[in-house]
């Protein structure tokens, strides 16, 4: 999609609606909110160039790495990462998307052809190749992607024997933190190395889970390796949430599900929760993100409504005009 550069919220809402059949009203709501927040707090730059060197953002709303993590497979980590990432987008914030999967689904998913040549995630780990030269442009302007190969099963082995092989992706996206607004990190299903990586670079954690008896399980072992990182590594880390994902609230497990995580996490229980949807299982297949699929479908509102929700966090906890946001 060709919309230009530095393009004011209503002009690439316009370009949207043309050429990717974008019902008006879908993405107006959110991006007229997020567009005040903006020029209430200055928070968007004023410059034509995409990365914005002078972006007036404070610090706070800068460079947030969120590592979207669960050790359990097929929870929705990826379909989260990548709607999520593409929201922050839709509303004009830089975002990129970091896939720390050897499986790749968060490239393909967002159409990338796979391609062992390409500067990836594992030449990243390794020091092979700096960030800069890693960052694929997507179908959204304001959506970058740094692309994973199957090679990086490699690293896992690899970076046993490496210095500070458990702050390689920190060090390696340092350079890019003052660029975008947000990083989202794509997290294989194992608390292996490149999970450790990935908590290690992360502001936060943003966990999917679905409503099942076992995925409780599971979340205490993540929330253990999540204290010991705190711990030993990185003290910063925060817990940014969890988000029901798959949901069918009709379900008396469902329901209990949602009970117990709202007793244990208290305020940390996403409000948002995303439903099974058809159109988020079938996006991936076509190259991308829901909201360019079929923005009228349930899952993409519902990650939509997750964006604005984690984003209006963020500023009410900077206290940055939090009614702008908060309805
Ligand atoms: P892995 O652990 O293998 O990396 P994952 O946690 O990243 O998996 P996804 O790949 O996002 O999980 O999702 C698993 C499957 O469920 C995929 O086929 C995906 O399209 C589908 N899926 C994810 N979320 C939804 C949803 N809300 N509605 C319907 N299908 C979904
Ligand atoms: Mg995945």
Redesign the pocket.
Known sequence: MNVPTGTLVPTSIAVLQREQNVPAGTLNQFCTRIQLVHSTSALHSKSESHYAAETLAPRQFMGRVIAVA?QK???????TAINLAASFAAAEVNTLLIDC?P?S?ASSGLGLVKDPERISTYHLLLGAAGAEEALATTELEQLWLLPAHKNLIGANIELVEVDRREYRLRDAIAPLRDRFQYIVLDC??ALDLLTLNALVAADSVLIPMQAEYFALEGISELLDTVERIRVALNPGLEIEGVVL??LDERTNLAQQVMAELRNFFGDKVCSTT?????R??EA?SHGKAALVYDPRSK?AESYIRLAKEIIGKHMAAAGAVPSAISA
Request: proline letters at 17%.
């Open positions: 669960n497979g097929g929870v929705g980590k990826t379909t999967d499986q689904n294989p299903p994902t798959m995303i439903p099974r949807n058809i988020l299982a991936p899952g």
